[in-house]
């Protein structure tokens, strides 16, 4: 029943630890497989570095407490701040922060409930299945309604907050949302702010970024541009970002799935014989041009049927 | 008298990072956790009382933990214990069973005996806990 | 030679009054396909020398079946060659000059439903005295599913034992009362009392305790439920001792299981030796009234010992789950009782799977479903004490009645000691097994540990730690696996 108790360590190999936790594995997939994301691939690796550390002082008996992993992930829809929480979950639990390393993500309608006594059971329930692992709760702003004195967000924040405080050790939670609604959050709710030590601020991303991360959505699906398309697409994203809903690469993510509807389209009205592969996976000038962004924008980021016959 | 049902009762009392252990290896056997308790801690009183559900979707044991902590916090003075269920064809029932809580003091079982003709007994075990109304025992 | 055995065709030449050899009867079907629903017996056979061995495995499926020693006209009123058992593969055993595997396949119309009886009266017949063979033994079986749906199977199987017990994740702690004979119902129910209260599941009487001048039967009766009984009060669980009920008439036999029951008692005993019918009797009577039926495989030594005749144990395992019985026992591998660990390891897979793959290392011949016939729980009893729990737990595995005799009556302490001794080990490997430690290597350390806080259990590694009983088994696999088993 006793552990084995070993003496600690008198030194410890930082770098022995960075390779054997699989952290430098995790740290070069995030730099192979995300575009930009600099200042947020910055504010990982000097995380990642804190925890290896604060590991070490661990085990020579330097530190006992679990530190507050809770982290804040503000910046623009289409950010990639999902993804990035997916990886983090990973590298935390390669630390050994979190013992099984999933991600839980959730939104306002899966922590409250709608009458009384609904609430505390349903935010439980998504807390124990997120323990072991990482919460992401997003629009986290959602859940506080200072309008409704008797909405029942608050009664999820302080559940949320309990656990965050005493169980560090079973669970990371990760709020997520747009800056500057989640600064007010932040400002309204002290208790929050005080349990969030990592705040991570996710750019948008430049033209450049959304052009590369447009042809490696397409090269995933065995598609690419030709030298009109690519250009085209230049000029799209320029013209989309100061339209409505712009949502970064979720938009970009939009506007390529309209673009295979129109190219299906195209090939069907212009074949005359048969069609090779080349043909079939590559998007022309016309079918990025067809979009509506170009006659001033009434685009929706949703793939709206009409739009797709255009 | 200390009640010995269930896996571990002969060792001392589990901390929480044991029964942490423990849960999580029914956890990784695909077995649905459960807490129940009980102010009669017959050994043919099958039917605790369920704190919650069996746990289907907790892939952490901290969850566990944290529903006994929530369960001794409005039933700290009785028995309270850790269930496995195994959903597997040819077996479907429990897997593993343990206490994590009991009353300060256990008083036990009294055995009473009716006697018959031809030296026959028969015997009837009781808790001692039960001549008190239940919400009065172990107060 | 396989080849040159032709079945006769010829009607007229194959019913002519006079002897022939049993393989041109039609007991020698080498292209032979076993249906689904064949019975099939694998036979060690060894024959006298100069016979030949396709010969005396067609004489085995003859005698087992539809022949006799020479040739009868009778024949031919029935549908003789459905009827007639049909050996269709003949193997050199490995390593063993002289001796063969013969496979024989029996028409399913050959048995009576639910018979173990009628099933043996064949195929251990008149067959085993034949003088064509030097030695003859029945290795395995496999049994069809549509033969199995006609038996009960065991009267309660381990699940329902468990529920009943409200015993979980652990195995069943047991010991059998000691002296063997002698003591009287009074002091006899005191050794119950106290390795029931120290923390033991059961108590058994042994085999041949059945009704003698110095102990009646009703007395202990009444002794062991007392002491059942205050040990249930006094540890909160459910107790047992296995009542023998073995007698001399059938009668007898349901009058002490009446009153058992009576007594409020969860579980019987029998003996091997009052044979297959009474053995499902009492299994059907177990069913009928919500008790465990415990088996002592009494006697079974004497046909499954030996490597070239008689019964493997395995097949006994076979019948015994057909015939309903919930405990029986199966060897321990490292206690004082025959029994290597692959061939242990294929009794258990018998008596506790949903489904035996064929796995020749483990002596098992054929794949066996067992259609959901209850389990069994296997007891390993013989020769084992404390300090061997990391093996037992790693061999046995969780489902399986641990009986440390002499290790919880020979406690230098007291039996009471002794059993809680047994139970703490037991417990302590079962946690650290559970918590991920490596429980064959570091099991010294984590008992060592227990027994800090329990000095019973200190005392009884003090006492037993050099006993082993390592002798070479004399019925192992005759298949070695490459690489080594690891199980």
Redesign the interface.
């Known amino acids: 029943?006793?552990d084995n108790g070993t003496r600690p360590p008198t030194e410890v190999d930082l770098a022995a630890a960075y390779e054997e936790s699989g952290v430098r594995d995790i740290l070069r997939e995030l730099e192979d497989t995300m575009i930009g994301l600099g200042p947020v691939k910055q504010r990982i690796r000097e995380s990642a570095a804190l925890l290896l550390v604060d590991q070490a002082r661990r085990q020579m008996g330097l530190a006992t407490d679990t530190p507050t992993l809770h982290m804040s992930f503000t910046g623009n829809p289409g950010t990639g701040k999902t993804t990035v929480a997916l990886k983090m979950a990973s590298l935390l639990h390669r630390l050994g922060y979190v013992?099984?390393g999933?991600l839980v993500t959730v939104t306002r309608d899966d922590l409250v409930g709608q009458y009384i006594g609904h609430t505390a059971p349903k935010t439980?329930e998504i807390?124990?299945?997120a323990?072991?692992?990482v919460l992401f709760i997003d629009e986290a702003y959602y859940l506080y309604r200072p309008e409704n004195e008797r909405d029942y967000g608050q009664e999820a924040i302080e559940i949320l907050l309990q656990?965050m405080e005493n169980?560090r050790?079973?669970?990371v939670v990760i709020l997520a949302g747009y800056g500057d609604r989640m600064d007010r959050f932040f400002e309204s709710n002290p208790g929050f702010r005080s349990r969030i030590a990592h705040h991570i601020e996710f750019p948008d991303y430049s033209d450049d970024e959304l052009l590369r991360i447009s042809e490696g959505m397409l090269a995933d699906q065995n598609y690419a541009f030709d030298d009109e398309a690519r250009q085209t697409m230049v000029e799209y994203i320029a013209a989309r970002r100061t339209q409505s809903h712009f949502a970064n690469a979720r938009s970009i993510r939009n506007a390529l799935d309209r673009a295979r509807l129109r190219q299906a389209n195209r090939l069907f009205s212009e074949a005359a014989g048969p069609v090779d592969a080349t043909a079939l996976s590559t998007i022309r000038e016309a079918d990025i041009r067809a979009s509506r962004v170009f006659r001033g924008g009434l685009d929706t980021d949703r793939p709206v049927r009409r739009d797709a016959a255009e | 008298m200390r009640l010995r049902q269930g896996q571990f009762s002969f060792?001392?009392d589990l901390t929480d990072a044991?029964i942490h252990d423990q849960a999580q290896y029914a956890i990784d056997n695909g077995w649905a956790v459960s807490v129940e308790y009980t102010d009669d801690p017959h050994p043919r009183n099958t039917y605790w009382e369920m704190w919650g559900h069996p746990?289907f979707?907790?892939?952490?044991?901290?969850?566990v933990v944290?529903?006994i902590n929530?369960c001794r916090k409005e039933h700290g003075g009785k028995y309270i214990r850790v269930i496995a269920f195994d959903s597997s064809a040819g077996w479907e029932s429990i897997r593993m069973s343990f206490i994590v809580n009991r009353p300060k003091d256990e008083p036990g079982f009294r055995v009473v005996r009716q006697e018959g003709e031809g030296r026959i007994i028969r015997y009837t075990v009781e808790s001692y806990a039960v001549r008190e109304p239940e919400g009065r025992r172990y107060a | 030679m396989l080849d040159q055995v032709k079945t006769v065709t010829d009607a007229k030449k194959r019913y002519s009054a006079g002897v022939m050899k049993y393989a041109q009867m039609g007991y020698w079907e080498p292209d032979y396909t076993p249906k689904d629903t064949d019975v099939i017996a694998l036979f060690r056979i060894t024959p006298q020398d100069g016979v030949d061995e396709v010969e005396a495995a067609a004489a085995v499926a003859g005698e087992s079946s539809t022949a006799t020693w020479t040739v009868v006209w009778t024949d031919r009123l029935t549908a003789c060659e459905k009827y007639r058992a049909k050996a269709y593969r003949v193997d050199p055993v490995p390593n063993s000059p002289g001796e063969f595997f013969a496979y024989i396949a029996y028409d399913l119309d050959l048995f009576e439903p639910g018979s173990i009886a009628n099933l043996t009266a064949s195929i251990i017949g008149n067959v085993f005295g034949f003088k064509p063979l030097k030695a003859l033994r029945l290795e395995d079986m496999r049994l069809p599913t549509a033969y199995v749906k006609t038996f009960q199977g065991p009267a309660t199987g381990i699940v329902v034992e468990r529920e009943r017990l409200n015993c979980y994740g652990r195995p069943l702690l047991g010991a059998t009362v000691k002296p063997k004979l002698g003591l009287s119902a009074r002091n006899y129910g005191r050794v119950v009392y106290e390795a029931l209260k120290g923390g033991l599941d059961f108590t058994k009487d042994d085999e041949n305790i059945n009704s003698q001048p110095f102990m009646h039967w009703r007395d202990r009766f009444l002794y062991c439920m007392e002491a059942v009984t205050r040990a249930s009060a006094a540890t909160g669980e459910v107790k047992g001792t296995y009542l023998n009920i073995t007698a001399g008439t059938m009668e007898e036999m349901y009058a002490r299981a009446e009153f058992a029951k009576s007594l409020g008692s969860v579980i019987v005993m029998i003996d091997l030796v009052i044979g297959y019918t009474a053995i499902q009797s009492m299994a059907k009577w177990a069913r009928d009234n919500d008790m465990i039926l415990h088996l002592h495989r009494a006697g079974h030594s004497t046909y499954t010992r030996q490597r070239s005749h008689g019964v493997s144990f395995r097949v006994i395992a076979k019948w015994m789950r057909l015939a309903g019985v919930d405990h029986l026992h199966a060897g321990t591998v490292v206690g004082k009782l025959e029994g290597d660990p692959a061939t242990t390891k294929g009794y258990y897979d018998i008596f506790r799977e949903e489904y035996n793959p064929m796995a020749l290392e483990n002596g098992i011949f054929f794949d066996q479903d067992w259609a959901s016939l209850n389990k069994m729980m296997p007891v390993a009893s013989g020769g084992i004490h404390a300090g061997q729990m990391h093996q037992l737990l790693t061999y046995l595995g969780e489902d399986v009645v641990l009986q440390f005799g002499g290790g919880t009556i020979g406690h230098p302490h007291g039996i009471e000691a002794g059993a809680t001794a047994n139970r703490v080990a037991l417990e302590?490997m079962v946690?650290?097994r559970n918590a991920g430690r490596d429980i064959w290597n570091e099991g010294p350390d984590i008992l060592r540990?227990?027994a800090?806080?329990c000095t019973p259990l200190k005392q009884a590694l003090e006492i037993w730690k050099d006993v082993t009983f390592d002798y070479t088994s004399t019925d192992a696999p005759d298949f070695a696996p490459t690489p080594e088993v690891s199980f």
């Open positions: 029943m006793s013992r099984k999933h439980k807390l124990k299945k323990m072991g692992g656990v169980n050790d079973d669970l | 060792l001392p044991q746990m979707d907790n892939p952490d044991a901290a969850a944290f529903e929530e | 302590a946690y650290a540990d227990a800090e806080t």
